[in-house]
């Protein structure tokens, strides 16, 4: 975008200042034109609320915001999410729960309800698949404990992780989520296919705090 652009984009909300990332605002006005930028950002503070807003809640902040502009951000965010999922190639063992975090954060930043990923590895912990299990709402999720010893079985898995998100951007875990833990842990070890920790993700914090939780270092599930 031209200086001049994001100049004339400033000038028009004078009272509400827009966020300092200008690279934000630059990127997205490419997408759907500065003033139409500028409103979505002053409204929902980040890329990424935009890209967890969907099309009728778009429109209804932005009149001048055509059907090609929103499909143009929903490819655009979804390009970067897939884009993302493929930095961590299976090479890179899975050391701590930070590294499962990372696996999934970019897919789980979008979304507005939770979402189950299963991350089988093999014996040196290298990812040998990653799988949506089942999408829950948007506080609720089913842990299908049948499926994920399919997928993971068939994949011969030497062990597994679990990851969910939570969009309510608290990553603490609920007592369904300890007690479905529990479970699935304890058929794993029937099954000579344990689960090794359970990560669940929440939309990254501005004040930069952690934005996961992990059951195995909150004490729910015992050492590896």
Same mark, same amino acid.
């Not at 509400?16 to 759907?32: C, E, F, R, W, Y």
């Not at 590294?99 to 040196?124: G, M, Q, T, Y």
């Not at 000579?192 to 990560?199: K, S, T, Y």
């Given at each position: 975008?031209?200086?001049? @652009?994001?100049?004339?984009?400033?000038?028009?909300?004078?009272?509400?200042?827009?966020?300092?990332?200008?690279?934000?605002?630059?990127?997205?006005?490419?997408?759907?034109?500065?003033?139409?930028?500028?409103?979505?950002?002053?409204?929902?503070?980040?890329?990424?609320?935009?890209?967890?807003?969907?099309?009728?809640? +778009?429109?209804?902040?932005?009149?001048?915001?055509?059907?090609?502009?929103?499909?143009?951000?929903?490819?655009?965010?979804?390009?970067?999410?897939?884009?993302?999922? @493929?930095?961590?190639?299976? $090479?890179?063992?899975?050391?701590?729960?930070?590294?499962?975090?990372?696996?999934?954060?970019?897919?789980?930043?979008?979304?507005?309800?939770?979402?189950? $990923?299963?991350?089988?590895?093999?014996? $040196?912990?290298?990812?040998?698949?990653?799988?949506?299990?089942?999408?829950?709402?948007?506080?609720?999720?089913?842990?299908?404990?049948?499926?994920?010893?399919?997928?993971?079985?068939?994949?011969?898995?030497?062990?597994?992780? +679990?990851?969910?998100?939570?969009?309510?951007?608290?990553?603490?875990?609920?007592?369904?989520?300890? @007690?479905?833990? $529990?479970?699935?842990?304890?058929?794993?070890?029937?099954?000579?296919?344990?689960?090794?920790?359970?990560?669940?993700?929440?939309?990254?914090?501005?004040?930069?705090?952690?934005?996961?939780?992990? +059951?195995?270092?909150?004490?729910?599930?015992?050492?590896?």
């Amino acid at each position: 975008m031209e200086d001049s @652009e994001l100049t004339r984009s400033r000038r028009a909300f004078p009272l509400n200042p827009l966020p300092h990332d200008t690279k934000s605002l630059a990127i997205l006005a490419n997408l759907v034109g500065p003033m139409n930028a500028a409103i979505l950002l002053r409204h929902f503070g980040s890329l990424t609320a935009i890209g967890r807003a969907d099309a009728l809640e +778009l429109q209804a902040i932005v009149a001048a915001l055509t059907d090609r502009h929103v499909a143009t951000l929903s490819s655009a965010f979804a390009l970067a999410a897939h884009v993302s999922n @493929e930095r961590l190639p299976a $090479k890179n063992a899975i050391v701590g729960p930070a590294d499962v975090a990372n696996l999934v954060r970019e897919e789980f930043r979008l979304l507005s309800k939770e979402r189950l $990923k299963l991350i089988a590895v093999d014996v $040196k912990n290298h990812p040998i698949r990653i799988v949506t299990v089942s999408d829950g709402q948007q506080d609720s999720l089913t842990f299908d404990q049948r499926e994920i010893f399919r997928i993971s079985l068939h994949a011969k898995a030497n062990s597994i992780f +679990l990851a969910h998100n939570h969009p309510s951007c608290d990553p603490t875990p609920s007592r369904s989520d300890i @007690e479905a833990t $529990k479970m699935i842990h304890r058929a794993g070890r029937l099954l000579n296919v344990p689960l090794i920790d359970h990560i669940i993700v929440a939309p990254p914090a501005r004040d930069n705090q952690t934005d996961y939780a992990s +059951l195995q270092e909150l004490g729910h599930l015992p050492p590896s």
